[in-house]
């Protein structure tokens, strides 16, 4: 028959291996459950991402050529990845002559465009019962990204597998048990194969996105530059519209 003081000392055995046990499988589940939240939310951001690519496609079609395209960019000092156009209605609104015309509908898809590029950066302001939030964006997503991998660091380096077992045979009353296994290929093996891989927003295919002004001197810019586009492709740009 066992003495109280063993029973005691099994007991609280016992539930130091639960808080161990917790612990690890407890940070390494919230790990889990946020890179889940943040995947869930990219596969949205990448809908904004798409529609950042349609309004791309329109300004290429106005901008006819590849070759206009950077050059339109580097006259604003911008660097933006061209994105071919492909056949899309186009609403643009009323202008007596079509140079006009050209000049507003372009500048009004590139006020969209930046819009949009905003909201994808940082995000839109919703009324969600009562009480305003904002909408999840590429700057908290890279925030979040960087907090997941610091939280990875610390479960890699103080709540890996190996460093657990390890923990649980000391604990363990059972001599037989205690064998050291600190140092054997057992560790580094199956350490490496639970080891939390830290992340890039690459990873997840995030674009970045430049902003894009809408002051008055770069309008007067793009206004200059479409100038001579109209007037070396005004076949295309009366297709078009």
Known sequence: MSSFSEDLTKELAASVLKET?????????????????????????????????????????????KENWVKFWENLNIQMDYTPYATQEINCPFALFLRKKYKKCFCLYYLQLSKKIKEYREGKVKLVKNRKQVTFHYDLAVKLIDKINSDIENVNKYYSPSEFLQFCKQVSLDDSQKADITGSGFVYNIDQEFKFKKMTADDFGLKVYPYLPTDKKTVKKILSFLDSVYTNHKKHIKSIL
């Not at 407890?26 to 951001?45: A, C, V």
């Open 21 to 65: 046990a917790d612990n690890f499988f407890g940070h390494r589940r919230n790990i889990e459950l946020e890179i889940d939240f943040l995947k869930k939310n990219i596969q949205e951001l990448k809908k904004q991402a798409q529609k950042i690519e349609d309004l791309k496609a329109i300004l290429a079609n106005f901008l006819v050529t």
